[in-house]
């Protein structure tokens, strides 16, 4: 069984604070892939990245960071100097390796930066 | 740049009626999903299809619901007949393939999602 929790519900900022979305999951796969997508009030879910269990590195891309720590089974996504075109829903997903491609989706953290 | 492409965008039906949301995936793309998204939770997956194939529909509501993919290119899911518990938004995506869940060299193991299809029941 494979399981996501976004314990965060909704977070409101102030633009340009930076802020972290928290997802936890439970798998008892050795291989695994991790997602984030974001959804913007359009409705389409937009991939942001994926990570493979085998690789902790983490990794930054633009104002976007991503903290992958196995230890504690998290997966943890910030965004720094925050602007009000971030404001969506953002899932973390998981994927197993033998679980013939199904990804199961956290319930997502509504974020809201304001002015 | 490649889209999946959904219609329609919103449908608004009565209990009991039928309604029928259809998908384009991405071209070459081999595997199709149909997730719900009900409000305020994440998606969840309804029925995967690898190819004309349905590789796991264990969680659609099979009395009501059926899919299908019967070239396997584009797809049809349909509702009959709908109850008030069905509004949602219905959400296609397609990916690459993999080999038993493990992606192949080059695939980033995304899914493509489409703009959704939006049901309201009264």
């Known amino acids: 069984a494979q399981k996501v929790t976004q314990a965060q519900t909704e977070i409101s900022v102030v633009e340009k604070e930076d802020v972290t979305l928290d997802c936890v999951y439970e798998?008892?796969?050795?291989?695994?892939?991790l997602f984030w997508y974001k959804q913007p009030p359009s409705g389409e879910l937009v991939f942001l990245i994926r990570?493979?269990?085998?690789?902790?590195q983490n990794e930054i891309s633009g104002r976007y960071s991503w903290n992958f720590q196995k230890s504690t089974s998290s997966f943890n996504f910030t965004i720094t100097a925050s602007q009000v075109v971030d404001s969506a829903v953002y899932f973390c997903?998981?994927?197993?390796?033998?679980?013939?491609?199904?990804?199961?989706f956290g319930t997502g953290t509504q974020l809201k930066v304001e002015l | 740049e490649a889209e999946v492409a959904q219609s329609p965008r919103y449908k608004i039906t009565e209990k009991s009626q039928a309604v029928a949301f259809w998908c384009d995936p991405i071209s070459g793309h081999a595997t199709l999903y149909w997730y719900r998204q009900i409000l305020g939770q994440g998606p969840e997956l309804l029925v995967q299809f690898q190819d004309e194939s349905v590789v796991d529909d264990s969680q659609l509501p099979k009395d009501r619901f059926s899919a299908e993919r019967l070239k396997g290119v584009d797809s049809t899911l349909k509702i009959q007949p709908a109850e008030l518990g069905d509004s949602a938004m219905y959400l296609c995506a397609s990916s690459l393939a993999s080999i038993g869940g493990r992606l192949l060299p080059g695939n980033t193991g995304e899914l493509f999602f489409g703009e959704g299809s939006r049901l309201t029941v009264l």
């Open positions: 798998t008892r796969d050795t291989t695994y892939y």
């Open positions: 997903a998981l994927k197993n390796a033998g679980g013939g491609n199904k990804l199961t």
């Open positions: 990570r493979n269990s085998f690789d902790e």
